[in-house]
């Protein structure tokens, strides 16, 4: 019987060999070796979960204190000029909310095909931190995010001196660090406030304020659990009413609402938000008299 050369042997066991070490053992998983494994030993996530929220009552002091069906608003914290990089910034906190802005410009527009050479040009960019929310969410930004823009965009262009500028754009930048109620309510007020520490001219600054109502009763400024909370059985006047108000010019720059509500219902809750920008209005010229003290140069010494 005819034997095999030894080259050809040689290469029969180097084929067998590779056959044999590159299959894969069927009791072992191939390993993904750009994931992170968890421990061996877990538990289920749903053994932390929350337990369902108890509905809110209808009447009574609310969850931190405030009196329902009346102009009761957070207790607001306000400060200009805190991003150096930017041309102008402000940080606002109403309670548990906390939001910052920055604003970048006037600077040359961009796209040449969108140049105005009469009027300048406002885009707005309004985000929520990925762990802004209970339920945490994508830096990529999602159709909430863009609805929340554009709302913002329309409250304050009209308090915006833009033929001031032709052939440039001003950007505004909002960032929610953590949502605890009432977001673009406060959203318009901190915008407004980083315009007026970058120096852009406007015609009265912009105050937001927003209502929830709930059957025949009504929160001013809600919280996160009373925005998306119902404490009466009726379907009737169920809704939310946002309203960007410019307190010397008496002027409603912005409006939105959602849910179903009477037309005297909406009408009441239109003068209730205003009510409110009023409360707000020291607190915010306060914070901006502060901003030009500390950017005010010394006296120079003769």
């Given at each position: 019987?005819a034997?095999?050369s030894?080259?050809?042997a040689d290469?029969?066991?180097r084929l067998r060999?590779?056959?044999?070490?590159?299959?894969?053992?069927?009791?072992t998983?191939?390993?993904d070796t750009?994931?992170?494994?968890?421990p061996?030993?877990s538990?289920?996530p749903?053994?932390?979960a929350?337990?369902p929220?108890?509905?809110?009552?209808?009447?009574g002091?609310?969850a931190?204190?405030?009196q329902?069906?009346?102009?009761?608003?957070r207790?607001?914290?306000?400060?200009?000029?805190?991003v150096?990089?930017?041309?102008?910034?402000?940080?606002i906190?109403?309670?548990?909310?906390k939001l910052?802005?920055?604003?970048?410009?006037?600077?040359e527009?961009?796209r040449?095909?969108e140049?105005d050479m009469?009027?300048?040009r406002?885009t707005?960019?309004?985000?929520?931190a990925?762990f802004s929310?209970?339920?945490?969410?994508?830096?990529?930004?999602?159709?909430?995010d863009?609805?929340?823009?554009?709302?913002l965009?329309e409250?304050l262009?009209p308090?915006?001196c833009?033929?001031?500028y032709p052939r440039?754009?001003?950007?505004?930048?909002v960032?929610?660090?953590?949502?605890?109620?009432?977001v673009l309510a406060?959203a318009?007020t901190?915008a407004?406030l980083a315009?007026?520490?970058?120096?852009?001219?406007?015609?009265?600054?912009v105050?937001?304020c927003?209502?929830?109502?709930?059957?025949?009763?009504y929160?001013?400024?809600?919280s996160?659990?009373?925005?998306?909370?119902?404490?009466?059985?009726?379907?009737?006047?169920?809704?939310?009413?946002?309203v960007a108000?410019?307190?010397?010019?008496?002027?409603?720059?912005?409006l939105?609402?959602?849910?179903?509500?009477t037309?005297?219902?909406?009408t009441?809750?239109v003068?209730t938000c205003?009510?409110g920008c009023?409360k707000l209005?020291?607190?915010?010229?306060q914070?901006?008299a502060?901003?030009?003290r500390?950017?005010?140069?010394?006296?120079?010494?003769?």
């Amino acid at each position: 019987m005819a034997r095999a050369s030894p080259g050809v042997a040689d290469a029969t066991r180097r084929l067998r060999f590779y056959s044999c070490t590159s299959r894969p053992s069927p009791c072992t998983m191939p390993t993904d070796t750009k994931r992170v494994r968890g421990p061996e030993v877990s538990q289920s996530p749903s053994l932390f979960a929350c337990s369902p929220a108890a509905p809110l009552p209808s009447a009574g002091p609310r969850a931190d204190g405030r009196q329902r069906d009346q102009v009761d608003v957070r207790p607001v914290f306000v400060r200009c000029g805190l991003v150096s990089q930017a041309k102008g910034s402000a940080y606002i906190e109403a309670g548990d909310t906390k939001l910052m802005c920055c604003v970048y410009g006037p600077r040359e527009t961009e796209r040449k095909d969108e140049t105005d050479m009469k009027c300048g040009r406002l885009t707005t960019d309004m985000r929520f931190a990925p762990f802004s929310c209970p339920e945490r969410g994508s830096w990529i930004q999602g159709s909430q995010d863009k609805d929340l823009s554009l709302m913002l965009h329309e409250s304050l262009q009209p308090a915006l001196c833009l033929h001031k500028y032709p052939r440039s754009q001003i950007e505004v930048n909002v960032m929610v660090l953590e949502n605890s109620g009432s977001v673009l309510a406060h959203a318009v007020t901190c915008a407004s406030l980083a315009l007026a520490d970058a120096g852009i001219e406007m015609y009265d600054l912009v105050l937001g304020c927003s209502v929830r109502q709930d059957g025949d009763s009504y929160v001013v400024d809600p919280s996160y659990a009373e925005e998306n909370g119902c404490s009466s059985v009726s379907s009737e006047n169920q809704g939310g009413l946002t309203v960007a108000f410019l307190p010397s010019l008496n002027q409603i720059s912005g409006l939105q609402s959602d849910g179903e509500m009477t037309e005297e219902t909406l009408t009441a809750g239109v003068r209730t938000c205003i009510e409110g920008c009023y409360k707000l209005y020291p607190v915010v010229q306060q914070a901006l008299a502060k901003a030009v003290r500390r950017a005010a140069l010394p006296p120079s010494e003769s």
